[in-house]
């Protein structure tokens, strides 16, 4: 019942290859390691003006924070079309350390993930017959900090029956029984856009009967842990691991669906959603941070590890491939699946094309968080 997922949930895809020019491993009783920047690999490569915008959003939560006020206040002066000038700032401003695994290791898995768009009406009728639901009024969520300190950023997820409170429904408990009619948001045309929907997390519904496009956004879970069903499938002998992409999951489900449901059914977890206007259909949608994603500039991290809105240069390749992918980025989400050191998922941002390479990267990947130099050094 303990669950610390405030957005989206992940899915782990593909094969991991071997990421070049790796740190070798170090002391196991560090957990960030400060560096220079020149020790960044394809930091002088990156033109740091693609990231200026996410972190001005960043800035917008962080400059909220002592240590965040003056390089926050001071940003808003620097030319962000000028790629010196941004160059310059994080090196006069910002120390880079180096993550840290527990074993001594610097190098852990990133995945992708991206706004999807699916095709639904607001009344359920012809091929719309697949619900979005809203929050449930008998889900309770508890902010688990409020009673143990120590419990930070995990919240309780149930059920009042009685003067009890039980595990809420799971994902197969609620597909066999009414628990959410009348909870619905919208109708779509494909039960199988409508799973990936809820391990993205939020994405857009182009409505036909009111002939408008809108954001679907995370606003709840019902606390069971995500499970991949592509690992569900590797497990069970009907997927090699090479092929347990988002891809490669869908081509089975075409082949297998009359155990559509089966397969759903092993991740446990169900997120439900709200509606908001699609006010600028070139943002994407909130993370954890409650700021605006930035494609290829936002990544979901594990909060308990990396600070939410800090600046994470990140290593890693491209999905399926050895081609680099060095760049800075933003921590601007969280995620069910996204846990531990060195874990990363990438934002690819909208459409088809960033559905494509999301649901087939799995990489090997390094992180180094930018601190101001004012903060005390991470532990």
Known sequence: MLTACDSAQKLP?????????????????????PVVFSALPGWDKDDLREAWPAFLLSCEVLAKKPDWKEPCSIAHDVEGTNGNAVRTFFESFFIP????????TSTGLVTGYYEPLLRGARKRGGKYQTALHRVPDDLLTLDMANVYPSLQGMRLRGRLVGNKVLPYFSRAEMSASNVLNGKELFWVDDPVDAF??????????????????VRVAYADQNGHPYKSIGRYLVDKGELKLEHASAQGI???????PTRLQELFNANPSYVFFKEEKLIDPEKGPKGALGVALSPQRSIAVDAQVVPLGVPVFLATTQPNSEVLLQRLTMAQDTGGAIRGTNRADFFWGFGAEAGEQA????QRGTLWVLLPKTMSAPK
């Open 359 to 362: 649901g087939k990267m799995k």
């Open 250 to 256: 869908k081509a089975w489900i075409a082949a297998n």
């Open 13 to 33: 895809s593909s094969t991991i290859p071997t990421l070049p020019g790796l740190t070798p491993p170090l002391s196991s009783t560090e957990t960030m390691r």
């Open 196 to 213: 990936f929907l809820q391990v993205q997390g939020s994405g857009r519904v182009q409505l036909t009967d009111s002939k408008e496009t």
């Open 97 to 104: 350390y180096q993550v840290i695994n527990p074993d001594g």
